[in-house]
T-cell receptor
Framework: RKEVEQDPGPFNVPEGATVAFNCTYS??????FFWYRQDCRKEPKLLMS???SGNEDGRFTAQLNRASQYISLLIRDSKLSDSATYLC??????????FGPGTRLSVLP | GAVVSQHPSWVICKSGTSVKIECRSL??????MFWYRQFPKQSLMLMAT?????????EQGVEKDKFLINHASLTLSTLTVTSAHPEDSSFYIC??????????FGSGTRLTVV
């Protein structure tokens, strides 16, 4: 089993839709969780950290379920500019990151 | 926020030659930098951890004699792909942290070996 797994997609959604991604991780000792966004042929950029209590940043909501070892990302009111690949990132020591394969999102006009 | 500069952005080289990629932390000191590789439609894979003033730590399966890493100062790490082959063609990205802004990635280097 891979250490971090994601549905590769693509998720094709209309503008304004709400879309959710899940990510599962296998290492129960994992301590830090993040969502990164990567545009085509660009470097990943931090979208948000994921906290145990869940956190929200504008249209984006991230949640962590330690018992089931998954994290989620919810995007509300999708914009065309949200089209990208979303990478789930997990770390057990805050330094060494393990990247998921990414979920590709296309927001359609 | 922290800025990591990486260059070149893209490079084309002939098989058998060596290519050096530089990663600089512009406004902070980085005792540790990370080098990743990403093949098309795949995720980032950690190649090695670069430690200032000491030897790099390589991930399993990454040839240390082929991918030479030098971290001679707190702001510069270099990755040299030696005797490059077409299968080394990939997107190479470095990252570093200043301890406050999490990990920042360089803009990546797209290497094509012909």
């Amino acid at each position: 089993r891979k250490e971090v797994e994601q549905d590769p997609g693509p998720f094709n959604v209309p503008e304004g839709a709400t879309v959710a991604f899940n990510c599962t991780y296998s290492n129960s000792a994992s301590q830090s969780f993040f969502w990164y966004r990567q545009d085509c042929r660009k470097e990943p950029k931090l979208l948000m950290s994921v906290y145990s209590s869940g956190n929200e940043d504008g249209r984006f909501t991230a949640q962590l379920n330690r018992a089931s070892q998954y994290i989620s990302l919810l995007i509300r009111d999708s914009k065309l500019s949200d089209s990208a690949t979303y990478l789930c990132v997990v770390s057990k020591d805050g330094q060494n990151f393990v990247f998921g394969p990414g979920t590709r999102l296309s927001v359609l006009p | 926020g922290a800025v990591v500069s990486q260059h070149p952005s893209w490079v084309i080289c002939k098989s058998g030659t060596s290519v050096k990629i530089e990663c600089r932390s512009l406004d902070f000191q980085a005792t540790t930098m990370f080098w990743y590789r990403q093949f098309p439609k795949q995720s980032l894979m950690l190649m090695a951890t670069s430690n200032e003033g000491s030897k790099a730590t390589y991930e399993q399966g990454v040839e240390k004699d082929k991918f030479l890493i030098n971290h001679a100062s707190l702001t510069l790490s270099t990755l040299t792909v030696t005797s490059a082959h077409p299968e080394d063609s990939s997107f190479y990205i470095c990252s570093a942290s200043d301890g406050n802004y999490g990990y920042t990635f360089g803009s990546g280097t797209r290497l094509t070996v012909v």
